[in-house]
């Protein structure tokens, strides 16, 4: 028999990056609000930073759906895509403080510069505090509008356990989420990582999530 107060569904784990599931705090809502004003930006170039699962890429995602945006990891920089750069006015590329090709950033900065387009990069720390080998490239870092994430705010943090929840097809009692919130770390992966513990300490178990089950995901956290 399920609790009507809890649901646990076993489906395929899927992020949820719409719109509406992205939760502004005082934490995020620069960044938030320069990716919704486009193309009253200050400056073409904008570089959204902060921790791993901070949101940077439901922003991004939320931009790209309802501006039209073209987006590449930046490991995955090519020829092609500095090809597609040219045909479109929008460009994201994402993580470019891991392993970037420095040449080909470099040009897709100077596509965007020198035509109508704007670029939006995301990184964990600042654009200008990113070693690039390319002196011309890290020149550059200065023309960038940077928007940092900081850590979540108590809000923030019942919002992102509830979407992570949600994420994973989960409902637990509010009384749970409170508990949460009381003691877990102010971390965004942190949060990411003590959903993912319960998940699955409550399919190995085969028990619905309960305070025992939190208990032992946060000693584990």
Known sequence: MTDLNQLILEFEFKENFKDQDFYVS??????????????????KFLNICGDKFCGK?????IFQKNFEAIKIEATELNNNFLNQAKLNKNIIIENID??????????????????DKFLITTSKIPISEINFNLNDLRSRCSNFVVS?????DDDLVYALIIKNLSDR???????????IVKRITRSYGKISDFIYKIDQISLK??????????KK?????
């Open 26 to 43: 005082n934490s995020n809502q620069h960044a938030y609000k320069l990716i919704n004003i486009w193309p009253k930006w200050e400056k």
């Open 57 to 61: 890429t439901h922003l991004v995602n």
């Open 98 to 115: 891991e392993n970037t090709n420095d040449e080909f950033l470099y040009s897709i900065y100077n596509i965007v510069d020198m035509e």
């Open 148 to 152: 940092k994430i900081s850590n979540p």
């Open 169 to 179: 097809q989960i409902l637990i009692d509010k009384k749970l989420v409170d508990y």
């Open 205 to 214: 178990e085969k028990k619905s999530i309960d305070f025992k089950i939190i």
């Open 217 to 221: 995901a946060l000693e584990m956290n």
